[in-house]
């Protein structure tokens, strides 16, 4: 009988086993999809970490070696900081106790699994511009991540399980919860095969991954227009285990209402691809237009980083006729777009000589879409100088505003990206301490049972900023196995 079992094989999971094995407890960790399923939502990833850092030389030790790290520029990015975007982006909804963990032990986490033997680099592409001088200007308070994404993540992580002697058992989906003497001591699961059982163990791990794949609980709790939604990542985050959990006197934690959306290829299939990953998001909005199938702007593409508004603005996209918009770039933007994403294989592009034809090819109103365009352009205060790397306060007066980055659409060809709403994990979760330890409704500890990952209810509310939900899988992860 081992004596911890790990629910879900995704960043959160792995961190969890990797304590408890490193403790010398012997860890089975059970994952519901086949090895060419695995990993959870942590493969589907871009591999981003938001850590709390004092500049190039507190992650330098981290860094995988390119000749660019010499030419970066990290601001520092301090924990007060990093609590004051979990506050300001949840609304003040975060949960301070969790918040404050996640902060304090953002950076040592990472270096622990640095320690054992994961690899990580800047990340250039994403996370940077270069200026005048050459130099790589990171924005936004993310700039780390895994080498090779999420597929380079869990493959480091499997490697590292199996080495400190973690058994892994794929294909096991799991069911109730085991509850004996008031102490969650297993869970029964079946595979594939047809073959049943139940586990047995002293401790019991749930990083099983949201609701978000499934369309019943996300209408139920999101919304109505949310079943509609594409899945991001991975289909088999269907609230198996939040049903489990639940069923045996856990508490709901967090926010059941809100989730992680963000803008997605509206050709993609309705869940994740795992040739293409991460690269069917749409994340360079903030440098063109944002338009509907009604030829109307709806948000401020330009209000914040993209890290600080990505998130959020997949359910604005949602909410518009279809659940359909169309990122709206010309010749002069589009070679500043990322390439990892907008030149992917089979990218959705409509490409159009004039304004006029790229509207009639797009379905978009034909009258409203000059309109916006014209107003737009002729909004942009055009003596301020733009600077991709800074909020740098080039804006355009119209109405909804773009605060940063506008730049005119005039130059042909032009270019219309068609977007819609991918769902990538829900926020609500189980109600848990700072140690991951499960809560029943009247705040008292479960015992047995702990939480970590996209389980763990009360981080995130609304929004979110970009790179803390593989940090806070690791955080928690590691404070559950380290007293599973």
Request: proline share 5%; hydrophobic share 40%; with cysteine.
């Amino acid at each position: 009988m081992p004596h911890v079992v790990v629910i879900g094989g995704g960043n959160a999971g792995f961190s969890a086993a990797h304590a408890a094995a490193a403790r010398g407890r012997e860890v089975l960790l059970l994952e519901r999809g086949r090895p060419d399923e695995a990993g959870g939502n942590s493969f589907y990833t871009a591999g981003a970490f938001r850590i709390a850092h004092h500049g190039l030389d507190d992650v330098a030790e981290l860094l995988e070696p390119d000749p660019r790290n010499a030419t970066a520029v990290l601001t520092p990015y301090p924990q007060d900081l990093f609590l004051k975007d979990m506050r300001e982006l949840t609304g003040g909804r975060t949960d301070a106790g969790l918040a404050g963990v996640l902060a304090a032990e953002s950076g040592p986490a990472l270096r622990w699994l640095h320690g054992l033997g994961l690899r990580f680099r800047l990340m250039f592409e994403r996370q940077s511009y270069p200026d005048d001088s050459g130099r790589h200007v990171f924005w936004g308070g993310l700039a780390v991540g895994s080498v090779d994404g999420g597929k380079g993540l869990v493959s480091q992580h499997t490697r590292a399980a199996l080495a400190g002697g973690v058994e892994i058992r794929y294909g096991h989906r799991c069911g109730d919860l085991v509850v004996r003497n008031g102490r969650v001591c297993g869970v029964r699961w079946s595979a594939a095969d047809g073959t049943t059982g139940v586990v047995e163990a002293e401790s019991v791990v749930l990083a099983a991954g949201g609701f978000e794949a499934d369309p019943r609980w996300r209408r139920e709790h999101l919304g109505a227009g949310w079943e509609r939604a594409l899945v991001r990542g991975t289909p088999l985050n269907t609230g198996d285990m939040l049903r489990s959990a639940l069923a045996v006197g856990a508490a709901r934690g967090g926010d059941w209402s809100s989730c992680h959306s963000v803008a997605w290829d509206a050709g993609a299939a309705t869940s994740g691809d795992r040739e293409l990953t991460n690269r069917l998001t749409r994340q360079s909005y903030p440098l063109g237009i944002v338009v509907n199938s009604s030829g109307r702007r709806f948000v401020d593409e330009g209000a914040d980083f993209r890290n600080y508004t990505y998130a959020k603005y997949g359910g604005e996209i949602l909410r518009q006729p279809g659940g359909l918009a169309f990122q709206v770039f010309d010749s002069e933007i589009r070679p500043l777009l990322r390439t990892e994403e907008y030149d992917a294989p089979g990218a959705s592009v409509i490409v159009a000589s004039s304004l006029e034809e790229l509207a009639l090819s797009a379905g978009i109103d034909l009258p409203r879409f000059i309109g916006t365009v014209e107003d737009f352009n002729a909004g942009i205060d055009e003596s301020v100088r733009f600077d991709a790397a800074v909020k740098d306060g080039r804006a355009s007066r119209v109405d909804p505003p773009k605060s940063n980055w506008a730049l005119p659409i005039r130059t042909p060809p032009f270019y219309a990206f068609p977007v819609t709403c991918g769902i990538t994990f829900t926020f609500g979760g189980l109600a848990a301490d700072e140690h991951g330890r499960v809560m029943d409704a009247d705040g008292a500890v479960i015992p047995g049972l702990f939480v970590c990952g996209e389980m763990l209810g009360g981080l995130f509310s609304g929004n979110y900023p970009g790179g803390t939900g593989l940090t806070a899988g690791t955080v928690f992860g590691r404070r559950a196995g380290m007293l599973a």
